[in-house]
Nanobody, 127 residues
């Protein structure tokens, strides 16, 4: 089973940017849809963005559109990146990447559709 590692989180001022990365420490997700979710204290895990196995299709939550970009490396290092710009204090959360276990599957909005998760990376946006 694939194991995921998220990186790139940190503390940033409002209006700043961060680039998160999701990589496989074991196995591969090159044939799988991948999504980034976030979870703030006391709140449910919510979708930020998702990307198809081919990289040809992406989907964004309303709050992420226009300032967030998901991409994946299709050759070699098996990584999915999340570029976040114009960050706001309400973006503060733990960010997780999730992989849908079925090869060549569609993207989904619900966290239940994703079988494997990383440990998360904290993003803190100060005002």
């Amino acid at each position: 089973q694939v194991q995921l590692v998220e990186s790139g989180g940190g503390v940033v001022q409002a209006g700043g940017s961060l680039r998160l990365s999701c990589s496989a420490s074991r196995g591969t997700f090159s044939r799988n849809a991948v999504a980034w979710f976030r979870q703030a204290p006391g709140k449910e895990r919510e979708l930020v963005a998702s990307i198809s196995w081919s990289g040809g299709a992406t989907s964004y939550s309303k709050f992420a559109k226009g300032r967030t970009f998901i991409s994946r490396d299709l050759v070699g290092n098996n990584m999915v990146n999340l570029q976040m710009n114009s960050l706001k204090p309400e973006d503060t959360a733990v960010y997780y990447c999730g992989v849908n276990g079925k090869n060549y599957s569609d993207m989904y909005d619900a966290p239940q559709a994703y079988d494997t998760w990383g440990q998360g990376t904290q993003v803190t946006v100060s005002s």
